[in-house]
């Protein structure tokens, strides 16, 4: 059943050989829920800890979608309460109706994702990404692990909206956040027990690149530790 459990040690030593490769997901591709297993079956057997990976983009259908997928699996005997991110971003309200959800559940979120092995068993643990919007449905894990070399990156928030010209063809506009959702951004960041600084320099970030942030940055901003 979902819970936090001793098998830190284990996926502690995985986090220590994590690949370097950082393959992004499709751009576009909506985040999917599924379990995945750490360690050799071989050694484990059917006591091989599970968690969630969430991978893919996060739109206004993934926090009920996440509960849903919770629901499902929560009788699950090795599913621990913790969710693996792979994410380029997404909705910022959404995602912060995720990180409630996480919160309520009491899950840890680590940047990461579980793979097969060279030898196509067991779980090998990889590098991911948690870029944008991710950040803020991360925020709301209990607790937060960013291990190198995986990587967060933060930059200020817009929505493009598909305008069409007869004369130009089809151009893009950029609208920004309002003061107003940038305020219940640095909110939502306390309540989580983050840092409201981290949203500000985000706002204060070029739309068209990505800050990776260093781990002194997730450090003093309260987002992340590199170790469980």
């Not at 030593?13 to 050799?40: H, K, N, S, W, Y």
């Not at 849903?68 to 621990?80: C, E, I, P």
């Not at 068993?121 to 870029?131: E, F, L």
């Amino acid at each position: 059943m979902l819970t936090w459990w001793n098998w830190k040690s284990r996926l502690a030593a995985a986090l220590a050989v994590l690949a370097v490769c950082l393959a992004a997901p499709a751009q576009g591709a909506e985040m999917t829920f599924r379990i995945v297993t750490f360690g050799d079956p071989a050694k484990c057997k059917s006591k091989c800890p599970q968690a969630i990976a969430a991978e893919g983009e996060i739109t206004e259908r993934t926090p009920d979608a996440f509960i849903d997928f919770v629901a499902t699996h929560v009788q699950s005997r090795n599913l621990r309460s913790i969710v693996l991110f792979h994410s380029p971003g997404g909705r910022v309200v959404a995602s912060m109706r995720l990180g409630v959800a996480l919160r309520k559940l009491g899950a840890a979120g680590i940047v990461a994702r579980v793979g097969p092995d060279a030898t196509g068993r067991g779980g090998r643990v990889a590098a991911a990404r948690c870029y944008s919007a991710c950040v803020y449905a991360l925020m709301g894990a209990r607790k937060r692990v960013v291990p190198a070399p995986s990587q967060v990156g933060i930059h200020r928030m817009f929505m493009l909206e598909a305008l069409r010209n007869e004369e130009t063809g089809a151009i893009e506009n950029r609208t920004f956040a309002t003061e107003s959702l940038v305020s219940r951004l640095s909110q939502y960041a306390d309540m989580m027990g983050v840092s409201n600084e981290l949203v500000r320099t985000a706002e204060g970030i070029n739309p068209d690149r990505i800050h990776i942030l260093s781990a002194r940055e997730l450090r003093r901003w309260r987002l992340a530790t590199g170790k469980l």
